[in-house]
């Protein structure tokens, strides 16, 4: 089992930036990716950014490419998600997850644990 917690949401206008944390413990793996999804009212749920815990590769959807960016504290097995230049589209509960699959999380946006989510508001 694998326990998630994020932190770091709230509101904030558009133009600003906000960091996303996803804290995690239990029977880790360094064969694990930590993905961050969102979900807007109204709409499914939709892969945001990865990042694989053995080499550290990234991927992200095109919507977030140069402002977003994803990173792993190795020693505090804290993946963050550095959130810039929001936009109002951006507005959704953001949930971390973590699975041993990077392509199922990738492709498939399905992942075997999940936080609890955090809310992002990103106001005109």
């Known amino acids: 089992q694998v326990q998630l917690v994020e932190s770091g949401g709230g509101l904030v206008q558009a133009g600003g930036s906000l960091r996303l944390s996803c804290a995690a413990s239990g029977r880790t793996s360094s064969s694990y990716v930590t993905g961050w999804f969102r979900q807007a009212p109204g709409k499914e749920r939709e892969f945001v950014a990865a990042?694989?815990?053995?080499?550290?590769?990234?991927y992200y959807t095109d919507s977030v490419k140069g402002r977003f960016t994803i990173s792993r504290d190795y020693g505090k097995n804290t993946v963050s998600l550095q959130m810039n230049s929001l936009k109002p589209e951006d507005t959704a509960v953001y949930y971390c997850a973590v699975d041993s699959d990077y392509r199922r999380v990738i492709l498939a946006s399905r992942a075997e644990y999940w936080g609890q989510g955090t809310q992002v508001t990103v106001s005109l």
């Open positions: 990042i694989r815990w053995s080499g550290g590769s990234t």
